[in-house]
């Protein structure tokens, strides 16, 4: 079948064409006597379409009168799409009465312009990257910094005193959390523990103060059922022990009470620790610094040089690029921004896509005083839906699947994707693979600087349970289903139409599978508590557990029978038992399973983690080269409790087909190796034999206790852009490093036990990289005595 879209505008429309075209198509030959009926049903839904898609690209929202009937439509739409799915020919007669008596009512139907297409091209603009990394450095940070740091007593030598507390208090979009992270990341290093959380408006406290012990204690598994005395016991025993000094950001608390949990976690007599805090409200930081010795930092909006440094390096680099003609709206839009940081990066963002005219920027310009004029939420409420109403509309259904996830939850490029490939949102671009094309969508909304969605909302696109003030109408149908925070299905709401169903933490209430046979997407995350009837969902396309606890042990083999579903599965606590059948499918994600000592069976494996070289066959380590499709793959090379003639041999064979991977299409490589790290690395992983074009790895991180040099053998990554090393020494051959014309980001990782403060260790990759003609990023950090496990490929 074709591919097809649907979209938040216009529903599941654009699908709903698509399979009847299908359906007169003479595969369906039983059809045939009412393909006449199908021929007018088609023209008749494509200009319900057309007209929709116009309505959608209109600035602002439309009037009462539209909402109305475009909802009516949308909901038609996907009533039509789950009869066809179900094959029900019976349903054609009744769809068609339906949408005669919808246009009779509606008969304004107007030709609409085609959306302009996605760029089969469309890239990370490096541009867009540059204003992220402003951002994350944020223009006049260092004085704020250093204020934080004042406030903290923190000067780097070791003082006896009680826990330190700073409450960073001030409005969104001040850049209150990235001050924190930035104190955060340069103090961090010589603690005991340390842990960075965002708590949100509505988060589950359970669930937080779980997040914080795994962070603190990395030997932790969350338990199903764990309460919140016993988790703070937790964390206090773990903190109290040897007087741990620990730093603690707790990001955007909205509540007195929120903190009043956490605090108690948190030992007073543990001498030199840190807890930075950071919040809207000034009573909440008053609370947080009354609990402990505490200091309030308020945010300032940033002055009017930092602002033009952030908004003119996104469009022309610098403000001495920008044409004369626009300097003067420049101006009055920074004036709007109000020196919002995020309110600058948006409306760039937007810029960034119009072209350089005078009145295109002029009418951005008015836009903005309009969305002022007619809100009560502020500037960054206005900016952000302003950039939302100008998006092409796959980009708005995109940005408006976002919503589904928590606030704050941290969200997987690749899940996401794969979320959107399996509710339809996605179409095959010319010459492109349809993940290829997501990756578009994703890559235009960084470029667009909209990848944090904030205020748009869709009528009945998404039903939320379990956030406080969220309500479902019980009289809407539920298209798409995100539990959280233990959420509980009230009485009434029907959730038969389930498209997706996504569930957030271990206490959810999961509906049975058998109340949902529409699901297209069905993601667990830290969630065990997971129901059967997976197999019996003929539309799945789209299948991931992450976290799941104990609550999975086997998949079903029916669901091998689903040859369109992806299946994507991480799960730290025990080893997942995979039936055969199931690794034929064609896209799967495996970080925890059972893998087959035969590679024949694992010809659609694209990502492979936590594969334990030395517990595999030699046949198989050779045969894994022959996994043309894997794109993805991180290796353990564990010799504790083996004998050297039982792992001797492996290396080599595993380095060969690591080196024929690299060649078909591996993106990254992730390998911890817990033993002599030297001794696995001397092995020639990328031959000098082969032209260095010839390997396309991206990204590579080495997880071990320490190299004594930097391999020559990594001078043949040229097309490497992301690398991690733990090294304990350096010589000439940082050099090799320098010489990587693809490098983008560095991280350097040091053994805690072999810091010479007086060497020129990171001073000399700091040279490189600033020799660098990409300059890359580089950061660096102290391994522990212990190395803990690489989660995930």
Sequence with gaps: MEEVLVSAATGALGAVVGKLATLASDEYKRLRGIRGEIDSLSRELAAMDAFLEKMSEAEGEPDLQDKVWMNEVRELSYEAEDSIDDFMARAIEDLKKQIDEVSQTNARYRSGEPVASVSNKSKVDRRALAIFEDALKLVGIDGPKEEVVQLLGHDGETKQQPPKVVA??????????????????????????????????NSDIVSVMSKIFSQLNKSYSAAAKEDLPTLITKIWDFLSDRNKRYFIVVDDIWKVETWNDIKYAFPISNSDSIIITTTRINLVAQSCCSSFSGHIHNMRPL????????????????????????????????????????????????????????????????????????????????????????????????????????????IDKENLIRRWIGEGFIHKQDGCTLHESGEMCFNELINR???????????????????????PNPRNKVRRLSLQNGGEIP?????SSARSLHVFGPNAKIPSLSESRLLRVLDYE???????????????????????????????????????????????????????????????????????????????????????????????????????????????????????????????????????????????????????????????????????????????????????????????????????????????????????????????SRLWGRIDPNDDFEAAFERAMEAHPNRPTFTHSTIPRKVHHLNGG
Excluded at 170 to 195: I, P
Excluded at 491 to 495: D, F, M, R, T, Y
Excluded at 607 to 615: E, I, K, P
Excluded at 723 to 733: F, K, M, S, T
């Design 449 to 471: 600087s909209l990848i944090q969605p904030a205020t748009a909302v869709e009528e009945n696109f998404v039903t939320i349970i379990g956030v406080p003030g969220v309500n």
């Design 526 to 748: 830290d969630c065990s508590q997971l129901e059967d009837g997976i197999g019996n969902l003929l539309h799945l396309k789209y299948l991931r557990f992450n976290y799941a606890g104990d609550g999975l042990t086997k998949l079903p083999e029916q669901v091998a029978r689903l040859p369109q579903l992806g299946i994507d599965i991480r799960d730290y606590n025990k080893i997942i038992e995979i039936p055969s059948t199931i690794w034929q499918l064609e896209w799967l994600s495996i970080r925890d399973a059972e893998v087959p000592d035969e590679d024949v069976a694992m010809q659609g494996l694209q990502v492979l983690g936590r594969l334990d070289v030395y517990r595999k066959s030699t046949e198989f380590l050779v045969g894994l080269g022959q996994l043309k499709n894997l794109r993805k793959l991180s290796l353990i090379f564990d010799s504790v409790g083996l004998e050297y003639k039982d792992w001797a041999v492996k290396p080599a064979k595993v380095v060969s087909s690591i080196a024929e991977l690299s060649k078909a299409g591996l993106q990254s490589l992730k390998i911890r190796i817990n033993g002599p790290a030297d001794e696995i690395l001397k092995e020639d992983w990328f031959p000098e034999s082969d032209p260095p074009s010839a390997y396309g790895l991206q990204e590579f991180v080495i997880v071990a206790k320490g190299l004594w040099g930097v391999p020559t053998w990594m001078a043949s990554l040229v097309n490497l852009e992301k690398l991690r090393l733990p090294i304990n020494h350096v010589g000439e051959d940082v050099k090799i490093l320098g010489g990587l014309p693809g490098l983008r980001h560095l991280h350097i």
């Design 491 to 495: 009485a009434g709401l029907v959730i």
């Design 168 to 201: 960073i208090v001030g409005s969104g979009g001040l850049g209150k959390t990235t001050l924190a992270n930035k104190v955060y990341q340069e103090l961090k290093r010589g603690f005991d523990g340390d842990a960075f959380l965002s708590v949100s408006q």
């Design 303 to 410: 002055d009017e040089v930092h602002s033009r440094q952030l908004f003119y390096r996104r469009l022309f680099s610098s403000e001495e690029k920008c044409p004369s003609h626009l300097k003067e709206f420049s101006s009055q839009i920074l004036e709007k921004c109000a020196g919002l940081p995020l309110a600058i990066i948006a409306i760039s963002g937007l810029l960034a896509e119009k072209a350089s005219k005078k009145d295109t920027w002029e009418r951005v310009k008015d836009s903005i005083g309009r969305a002022l004029r007619n809100a009560s939420n502020g500037v960054m409420v206005n900016i952000i839906s302003l950039s939302y109403w100008d998006l092409p509309r796959h980009l708005k259904t995109c940005l408006l699947y976002l919503r589904i996830f928590p606030e704050d939850f941290t």
